[in-house]
């Protein structure tokens, strides 16, 4: 899929918990992506962040790491 | 039929006929039950009768078998005493009283049958007969009309009156599309007036002058259609005589047979009596028995029914090679087996995820659960979707992740206990209209209202109805104006700390609490953004909070937003801060826009969930089905619908089966959804009709619309209600054998000989339908699940004594704006809705006689808008958004405020869906179909075309 929307999904899922305290902010990103997103998406958001990491947010940048 | 003659007198006493006189078995107790719990004794024809205080004499009657004539009587409104057929005599009057407008007492004796209350009814029928048709022959009523029977029941052979001053020649008014009103029939007894005020809560006929010249009146003197009326048909349902009538009772006559099936169209689910001649059905007739609807229907469930026999329903499966070529009609056979090896091909060639399914809310339960089960079991992958990810997905999540289950906690009836009833971003006299005249009724009663809404809705202001506080706020901010009104309460402390400390996690509260509490949340600072003024936040906080029992209803404004899911757990939060969950009158509703949104959510047609909402990755559920299913399934969740179609403009998905929805035209930026149906190799399209879907499809297999076929759907309460096959499917296959069959095709058996056996296996895999059956449905009408051996009548209210996800979780709702914005070039918000004639992209409702009322999308602006662009009513004007541009007539209205614009999106000329944007819940991927930045431009005027 097209990374620049898989990256614009995933940062606004990272906003939409950015009420939490980082650490469970980050994890509950995760959990999310995770529940809902095909490894497919995963693996292409990865693949994204590899070449384009600039274009993260910082928080983005916690969740994408660990995925 | 009568035998009735003008002339001779004739005096003699005749029984009483105590045999019911009920048409096709619709048992009417003239009087609506009372609702205390004291039961009074007392003798009726020397029977010792039982029944609730309160009830009147005839009731008592009837439920005690003994049936008295009546007419101006019926159980859906109040008794009005004014034929006075129903007369008894009793030992506490010294007359013979109505015995319909006099309630029973303790210790009473009621006499029902006498010589002298034999003569005194017959003295009323003759009057009434001697001022009616004598036509009973050629009546369409006939067979159905309680005068018919009355004079009967009341033994009348004769009228001594001859021919006098009358009525019989008075003008019938043919207007109405679906039935007609025959003043020279009518007998004046104001049934369709109590109707129309009491239970519709529209207020639209009158009995207009004295005496003589008394008569029912639509409006203002006007004719039915140029009126008020909303074509309900509760006074048609009302009239004992032929004054109104179904235009199709007097087309085909009346039915010879009956049975109840459920509504196709919105998600309340309204209960119908199909009445039928073989393969005619010759109308529906709204149950009293359906507990959803009590009687009760709207246009689109009463009337709006003759698009299943449209002379456009495809009966036969069209095949194409590719989408440029003419269609090909071929066998069941020939289509199956070519649809069954393009999509072998396909995963052949590209891998096993390269295809997936699309199921429709439109679908039986038993239909939608085994498109997902092909999907799962005969594709073997896990990309089956919904077109509820386009509408309630949002629901599903928040609801899930406060409360434990994606499901509203109440039934309607509920809301007949509400103290404050608050609406956000729904309108349910349009879009949910026998739920709206529910709320009607117990505003009328005294309850509060609060609606939070861009637009005027109907419930802001309308007949004897006007709302408390509407907050009027600015498309996109819900969030924020549900985070201040608990910032509100929490400030003021006018929380419920029992309920907090004894049903909610305390740590969850804790960390929501100083969240909440931030200033950034008060109604001041939300007040700016959310343009509203932060008194009226802080007023319908305070009511929602001290009001007594509150319960919200809320719709697609809601839902369909890039924040829709923030927005459940936000209501979500303040119906537990307040303790307004797990009791009557209160909770929190999502009501679904289609019949069998709940359903085909609850069937697993999610990518990540198995029916039953259980996770893709849960061991034990899916090692439990594949045992059962005999396949091998995945525990990764597949693609949803928008990122199918991404992925098939990036070339990695190519082929889909969509059964029963219309993505071309329904889904957001519908540019971008043609562009990626045009890029897949296989399209395979079930419906009723060659829809906009249908031109990028390579195969075509015919649907049944809801007469045609057994199933369930469960409504927006979570009641499941039969759907009855009463004619047969006119493309000799029902949706659910279709499925089947291709299923065959594709290599997976299904050997289900009937739905019935869909929904055991459904019950056997599925824990909150354990006890679920056709028998039990048979037998109870309807239930709301969970429906398990803990509660084996069903679930009426959630949540009663613990959450479903036992500690009730408060979840920080941060208020994150849309990336939607309006500026210099795109200076307004549009936001879109529905009108009561017309039903999602019109698919049904434009094929029927509804579109009388609603041929056009209309864009509505606020006057001021209008005129500084020059518009007047009618214009036709520009509607440009990033995205794309449409044109559309518009008019002038302060019912939407300044800075906004809105429209309905059921006809496919006007183009709005293809202007909104691919914006989408930050959850769920739902489309934010209700914030597009839009310019609005005069094209030209009204006069030219
Ligand atoms: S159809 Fe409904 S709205 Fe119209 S007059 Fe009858 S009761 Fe009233
Ligand atoms: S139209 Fe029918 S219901 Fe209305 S007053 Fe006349 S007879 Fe009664
Ligand atoms: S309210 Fe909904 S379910 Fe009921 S009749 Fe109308 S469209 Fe059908
Ligand atoms: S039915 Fe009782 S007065 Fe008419």
Known sequence: MEANKLLLMAENICANFSAYPEEQR?????????????????????????????????????????? | MLNIERGENNNQFVELNTESVSYLGNMDYGTPESTSDEIVSLVIDNKTVRTKAGNSILRACIEAGIHLPKLCATDSVNAFGSCRLCIVTTNMHRKPVASCHTLVAEGMEVVTQSN????????IMELYISDHPLDCLTCPANGDCELEDMAGVVGLREVRYGEGENHLKLKKDTSNPYFTYDASKCILCSRCVRACDEVQGTFALTIEKRGFDSKVSPSDHQSFIDSECVSCGACVQACPTASLMEKSVIEFGVAEDKKMTTCAYCGVGCSFWAEHKGEQVIRMTPAKQGKANEGHSCVKGRFAWTYATSEDRITTPLIRDNINDEWKPVSWDEAFTFAANKFKELQKKHGIDCIGSITSSRCTNEETY???????????????DTCA???????????????????????????????????????????????????????????????????????VQSAHIKADHHIPLKPGTNVAILNAMAHVIVKNNLQDQNFLEERCDSQLYQNWLEFIKQSKNSPEAVAQYAQVDPQVIYDAAVLYATGGKAAIYYGLGVTEHSQGSSTVMAIANLAMLTGNIGKEGVGVNPLRGQNNVQGACDMGSFPHEFPGYRHVSDDKTRTQLAKEWQADLRSEPGLRLPNMFDAAIAGDFKGMYIHGEDPAQSDPNTLHVAEALSAMECVIVQDLFLNETAKYAHVFFPGSSFLEKDGTFTNAERRISRVRKITNPLAGMADWEVTQAFSNALGYPMNYSHPSEIMDEVARLTPTFSNVSYQLLDEKTSVQWPCNDENPDGTPLMHMDKFVIGKGQFMLTEYVPTLEKSGAKFPLLLTTGRILSQYNVGTQTRRTENSQWHNEDILEINPTDAESRGISDGDWISLDSRVAKTKLRAIATDRIPPGVVYTTFHHPDSGVNVITTELSDWATNCPEYKVTAVQVNKLYESSTT
């Not at chain 1, 990865?46 to 916690?62: I, M, V």
């Not at chain 2, 206990?417 to 709320?439: C, K, L, Q, W, Y």
Request: charged share 25%; proline share 4%; hydrophobic share 35%.
């Open chain 2, 389 to 459: 990810r386009v509408c309630h997905s949002p629901t599903g999540y928040g609801l899930k992740k406060t409360f434990g289950t994606s499901a509203g906690t109440q039934n309607f009836k509920s809301v007949g206990e509400s103290d404050v009833v608050m609406f956000i971003g729904a309108n349910p006299t349009d879009a949910h209209p026998v739920f709206g005249s529910r709320v009607k009724q117990r505003l009328r009663q005294g309850a509060k209202l609060i609606v939070v809404d861009p637009r005027k809705i109907d419930l």
């Open chain 2, 370 to 384: 085994l498109i997902q089960k092909l999907t799962r079991a005969a594709m073997g992958n896990n990309n089956v």
């Open chain 1, 26 to 67: 980050t994890q509950q990103t995760i959990t999310h992506i995770e529940q809902f997103w095909t490894p497919a998406m995963r693996k292409d958001l990865k693949s994204d962040f590899s070449t384009n990491e600039q274009a993260y947010s910082p928080a983005l940048k916690l969740v994408v790491k660990k995925i």
């Open chain 2, 116 to 123: 002298k209350l034999a003569k005194l009814r017959k003295g």
